[in-house]
């Protein structure tokens, strides 16, 4: 792929805290060559990029109305993890740093916070309540605002003085991950604990067993990809956390995006004295 004198690492050797801050060579990669991991992160993009494909296919021929909050948010967060990739395969492909650290750190803010506007846009189905939903909304609107802003300031001081303020950054982009799961956690868990509340007389029927089964399994993904996450945060595998990163949110995505039309599906086919209000795409 790149020419003989560009810099090579074994799989075994190669390192996944950070990248080689040395300028390379013309024609090479800001990462130290290996066919293997360029391999991995090139699927993983390109897997990123299909799902991101299908989830748009799928909102324009399932949704009659454009201008919904689930419509948007579904359709700006895929933006964002589509960015997220152009960012991995501009630092494959080439040595444009400044362009992969816009367009990370667009796709990061983009798609964090979009799929928590697509978990907030339909909590109203499972009636948690105005005062639930409000406070929901406040917190995603108020954290987005506070952690993206810090991240964002850090970001573009580490640009200047990257060494003096590396360790600042991964503790702020660690606290802000931190809470952007807990975040996730309460929302997909919400959405569990309402549904139970409000068919507590159907939970013997089958479709209500199969939406309930549908809404669990969607928060165990969404658990269980926010702590790889995270713990490769914490590990300093940063490149591997890099490439399966927008990978993990286009599968959240897509996954929310079956289960939560189920659940409208559900609220469709249920009798007019059932809880659950009844939503029209």
Same mark, same amino acid.
């Given at each position: ?108 803010? *983009? ?5 928590? #506007? $697509?978990?907030?846009?339909? +909590?109203? &189905? ?6 639930? @939903? ?81 809404? *669990? ?5 969404? #658990? $269980?990809?926010?702590?790889? +996450?995270? &713990? ?6 940063? @490149? ?42």
């Amino acid at each position: 792929m790149f020419s003989s004198p560009c810099p090579y690492s074994s799989f075994s050797d190669y390192n996944w805290s950070s990248t080689d801050q040395r300028e390379p060579p013309p024609g090479c990669s800001t990462l130290v060559w290996n066919p293997v991991v360029f391999l991995l992160a090139s699927s993983f993009q390109i897997c990123t990029i299909f799902i991101g494909g299908d989830i748009h296919v799928q909102l324009f021929y399932r949704f009659r109305k454009k201008k919904t909050l689930y419509f948007w948010s579904m359709m700006i967060a895929t933006w964002g993890t589509l960015s997220y990739s152009a960012a991995v395969l501009t630092t494959l492909l080439g040595n444009v740093p400044m362009a992969a650290t816009i367009l990370s750190n667009a796709g990061w803010i *983009i798609m964090t916070t979009g799929f928590q #506007f $697509v978990l907030y846009s339909r +909590l109203h &189905l499972v009636n948690p309540g105005p005062k639930v @939903l409000r406070t929901v909304l406040i917190c995603i609107i108020v954290n987005a605002m506070l952690f993206h802003g810090i991240i964002i300031i850090l970001a573009g001081v580490a640009t200047v003085h990257p060494e003096a303020i590396l360790e600042r950054v991964f503790e702020a982009f660690s606290f802000t991950e931190i809470v952007f799961t807990v975040q996730e956690m309460v929302i997909t868990t919400l959405y569990v604990y309402y549904f139970i509340q409000q068919t507590v007389e159907t939970q013997g029927e089958p479709d209500t067993k199969r939406t309930l089964k549908l809404l *669990i399994a969607a928060e165990v993904v969404v #658990f $269980v990809t926010d702590v790889i +996450l995270n &713990l490769l945060l914490y590990k300093w595998r940063f @490149l591997p956390r890099n490439m399966i990163q927008p990978f993990c949110t286009a599968l959240k995505l897509k996954i929310e995006f079956v289960v939560l039309n189920s659940l409208v599906d559900y609220s469709k086919s249920i009798s007019r004295s059932t809880a659950l209000p009844r939503w029209d795409n």
